[in-house]
């Protein structure tokens, strides 16, 4: 079922179409699903619409993406295991736990 644009609030809405295409890229990205031809539709009108008030906003594409997807791709970015990954989880990990590096350790 399509979600539908429900209000004409400038940042109510941006926040709605944030709301709609994370569950949208939630089901597709992370969990492997499919959107229906009607969701597809209304993901293409809200991201057109999404991106074209960030810009009007000053907000930079790659901000814009970041806030759809920054939490999807930081996982599957700490999941490769190339060395770079396990350094950043481990700073993570270590931050989250009240453990931590010097700032300047790399």
């Known amino acids: 079922m399509a979600e539908t644009v429900k209000t004409t609030d400038s940042e109510k809405l941006m926040t709605e179409h944030i709301d709609v295409l994370r569950g949208y890229a939630k089901r597709v990205v992370a969990h492997g699903g499919?959107?229906?031809?009607?969701e597809e539709r209304d993901k293409t009108t809200r991201m057109t619409e999404y991106m074209a008030q960030g810009h009007r906003a000053g907000i930079s594409d790659s901000d814009l993406?970041?806030?759809?997807?920054?939490?999807?791709?930081?996982?599957?970015?700490?999941?490769?295991?190339?060395?770079?990954?396990?350094?950043?989880?481990?700073?993570?990990?270590?931050?989250?736990?009240g453990g931590g590096m010097a700032a300047g350790a790399t």
């Open 34 to 38: 499919v959107l229906t031809r009607d």
């Open 65 to 97: 993406y970041s806030q759809i997807f920054g939490d999807m791709v930081q996982r599957a970015e700490a999941k490769c295991g190339c060395p770079t990954c396990r350094k950043r989880a481990a700073r993570e990990h270590n931050a989250a736990s």
